[in-house]
Structures are given as structure tokens and as C-alpha cells.
């Protein structure tokens, strides 16, 4: 009688293990999935389960304000594009991930960037508003280098929050907080005060052309 129970039992846990098993793989390839290039990637240091990136938020924004006009972006990783106004710029840049590719306009300049992209280091190259732009973002070294808007850029900066300092055609002095998502001080001389949603540090700095073009 008891090896009867047992065998049943067996019949009924084994099948219910290979659903979840399957159910777990399934969840790790959707989380796979969403952790693709341009503006989804975990902050150094940190992981997360698949249940946690599958919850991820599809969107975030950057919302305050530069070079005395407002910044409204929404950074859609549904879409894969960043809309909203960046000052006195209109924004609309699409993100293709199968081709490495951040193209669209910046105010009335075009991007058209490619990007190679890991987990650690970024290197973005192309133009921007007809300028040289080709910088390395080291995500987990907390650096970015290269060329931007036609001269050297070099800032540094740390994920868990504080100041972000460097130069490119000015001083590059900022301050940030993890905690709030607020980011603030000077670009290149413009003053910048915007908050980041469901974002981090390094979405923002990928994505820093749009903060170091002059505004037209």
C-alpha cells in the first residue's frame, strides 16, 4: 500500500517539476530578451531575478530642465525610441537593436550613431548635429572618453551616486543621486537640473549627446 502511495505521489510532483522547471526557462529567455543593447542593462554591481526583469518597467523618463528650457523624454523599450524635447530641441530617435544602430533628429540635426554593445563598456560612434561623436562608456569603471561635438570628452562617475566631473567644449560638473534619480549642475556651461524615472546613471550617459550639441 505504501509503495502504491509513493508511486502516485511521484506520478503527481514529477510532471508539476517539469512545468516549473519549463515555466523558470521561459522567464529566463523573456528576461534575456529585454536585457538587450541601447538602454537596458543593470546597474553595476546588482542582479536581478527573471520574475524582476520581466517586471521591469517598459519606459522611463528624464524630466527638469537644461539651457533654460524644459526636458521632457520618454525612453520606450517597447518602441525602442526616445521622444519628448531636450531644451529648445524636439526629440525623436529611433533605437535599432538588430542593426546597432541610434538614428533620428536632435532639434534640426540628425543622429545617426551605431553603437557596440556589453554589459561593462559601451562604445557609441557616428555623428551628431553634423559633429564627430565616438565615446567609450565604461558602465562598471564609471568613465566615459572619446569625442564629442568635434573635441575630447572625459568625465568620470560612479553608479552609486555623488559627482560626475570632466570636460568636453566646457567643464562637464554634475551631481548625482541614486536615491531620487536627480541629476544636476553644468553641461559645457548650460545649467541642468532633471530627475531620472525607471532609469540609472547609465542610461543617461548613453544617451549624453543630446545634452552636449548646442542647443538650435
Known sequence: MKKMIVFYLAAIVA??????????ESLAAGARSLNTP???RLA?????SAVEALHRPFSGTIEGAF???PVDLVLNRYAWDITGRVGQNPVDINIDNQNATITGRDGSAAVALSFQWSPDVIRISGTDAGSAYDVTLNVTGGSISG?????P????????????QGSNTGDIALSYDAVSGRVNGTINGSPIDVTLTNLDLSDFMEHLYLFLAPQS
Open 15 to 24: 510532471p508539476s517539476l517539469a512545468a516549473a522547471q519549463t515555466s523558470m
Open 44 to 48: 553595476a554591481g546588482f542582479r536581478t
Open 38 to 40: 541601447a538602454f537596458s
Open 147 to 151: 569625442t564629442a561635438d568635434g573635441s
Open 153 to 164: 570628452i572625459n568625465a568620470t562617475f560612479r553608479m552609486s551616486g555623488g559627482p560626475i
Open 67 to 69: 539651457a533654460g528650457g
